[in-house]
């Protein structure tokens, strides 16, 4: 038995990470899917008030009283179209190599953003992707930006504020547009808005005072949704709040069911970001860094639910000739590993590559899709980025793996010993054991030598995992031939001849090309181990390729790509150093026991 520790301490860790994976993520995935089912049939046309609503009077700074939120639009008459809702308010056209859209003058709120670089499938003719809807639609989501006034300012900016076009017509990374409002005391608002050729919203306000007293106000920022993500929801992916809140401030994330149960207060913090994200998609509000603000996530039920991410600074006085300069960012767009980078040194924001979902091993993640990524635009495939990757890994684990195929090597080289062991003592468990490990060390072997690269390569699998599953950059990617979507499951299926029987293969039953190349692979790879004498581990043994090849038909292919890569570099590599040790390399001489218990040798008379 000891033989075979080793082995079968790899076969049960990696039953680990697929029943992990099955419990999970496909379990929730599937409830999630129905849930979604039953609430869209459920669903019916709602009136509603805008998702602005007035939150509890907080203390300002200044000792005078503001709310922490904006006070609620006007009350919409219901839900009406994406169009329609354009439609009927004055806008600004947006237009930049990335973003498609308009400017919403009531408020001044970005809340018609379509990304053009992104398709709803991997059909280019497809429709892009729609991040940002009117408040008055069902699928509501936005952004915003203004003042909260106190008892002596007057009027300030807010959600149902007419903004004045002072210059530009056209949102351009060229054109930035100006916007002009002034309140009946003479106070004077002028919003510069710019924006990159990426995702990058830059608003500049200016409030100047032209009145005889001086006024006291506080800017505000709200990102607000109705409806969560349609994906279903992963353990293995945070989709909802997140942000990190001061210059130093932790990362800290919200799950949206979390929200909804209890608000969720930050403390006061100069400088960081928050917002709301999903898989590939994101909001986030880089408030003023200079001026210290409180933060929520919360949840609001007065009229459509709706979910918002928020901010307001502190208290700050605008004296007569002393105009008062605020800048606020908003991220809206698709995270980009680059994009994202390049605004987090570009702009000081704090850690804003932890928009992207990197994971517990991120310090592993992050260099892996950089080496992918470093491939890809040399290969221009994003699949055999991963392979060649996978090569990479295998040559830094060379030393490690070295070791563990020279112990099964040895452990089959010493397996006719063994067997003469077990022979001569029998049912003497304790005898036989110090027999074995006398044999070990004689032969200078070490039974657990092969434990170790398996444990040190989860991590890695896990983090190629959030590679392949998390970042945008796998989204549609191709490889060859049938597979388009290296972050989706392989399309084909052996039930309907991989395509050639015009129907669809029951989901239960869908298993394409390459997770049974994973499997052969798999197969082959144990073969080259001796099989368990006992039986209920030969069965194991025997079955784990074919129940792995069906667990993980629902994995990316970009991952069963990599494994079943991956098995044929260990079988290639396993082969040279058995023969290297001079073990027998029998691939199928155990096929015959496969279900039959072999007996006991006895020794000749």
Known sequence: MEKNRNYMVAIALSALIVLAWQFLYMNPRLAERR?????????????????????????????????????????????????????????VEIDTPSITGSLNLAGARLDDVRLKGYHETVDDKSPIITLFNPANTKDSYFAEVGFVKSDNSGAVPGPTTVWDVAEGDKLTPTTPVTLRWTNEK??????????????????????????????????????????????????????????????????????????????FENEKATGGWLGITDKYWGAALVPPQSTAFTSRFSRFTDGSPRYQ?????????????????????IFAGAKEVPIIGQYEKQYSIPRFDLMIDWGWFYFITKPMFAMMDYFYRFIGNFGLAIMLTTVVVKVLFFPIANRQYASMANMKRVQPKMEELKAKFGDDRMALQQAMMELYKTEKINPLAGCWPVVLQIPVFFALYKVIYVTIEMRHAPFFGW????????????????????FEAPTMLHLGIWPIIMGITMFVQMRMNPAPADATQAMVFNWM?????????????????????????????????MKRHGAKIELFDNLKNLFRRKAPKTPDA
């Open 483 to 502: 597979i388009q979507d290296l972050s989706a499951p392989d399309p084909t299926s052996f039930v309907n001849l991989f395509g050639l029987l015009p």
């Open 35 to 91: 849930a979604a089912e039953a609430q869209l049939a459920a669903q019916t046309k709602v009136e509603s008030s805008e998702p602005g609503a007035a939150a509890p009077a907080t203390p300002a700074a200044s000792g005078t009283t503001t709310t922490a939120a904006p006070a609620a639009d006007a009350a919409s008459a219901g839900i009406v179209s994406r169009e329609e809702a354009i439609a009927s308010t004055k806008r």
């Open 186 to 263: 003479g106070v004077v608002f002028t919003r510069k808005i710019e924006v990159d050729e990426h995702y990058l919203f830059t608003l500049t306000d200016r409030v100047e005072n032209a009145g005889q007293e001086p006024v006291t106000i506080a800017s505000y920022g709200r990102i607000t949704r109705a409806n969560k993500p349609t994906t279903p929801s992963v353990y293995v992916l945070h989709e909802g709040f997140l942000g990190v809140i001061g210059t130093d401030g932790s990362y800290i994330e919200e799950a949206y069911k979390k929200v909804e149960d209890k608000p």
């Open 309 to 329: 991410a928020d901010y307001r600074g502190d208290d700050v006085t605008v004296a007569t000739a002393q105009p008062l300069e605020v800048k606020t960012r």
């Open 545 to 577: 390729p074919l129940i792995f090849t069906f667990m993980l038909a629902s994995f990316p292919a970009g991952l069963v790509i990599y494994w079943a890569w991956n098995n044929t570099l260990s079988v290639t590599q396993q082969a040279v150093i």
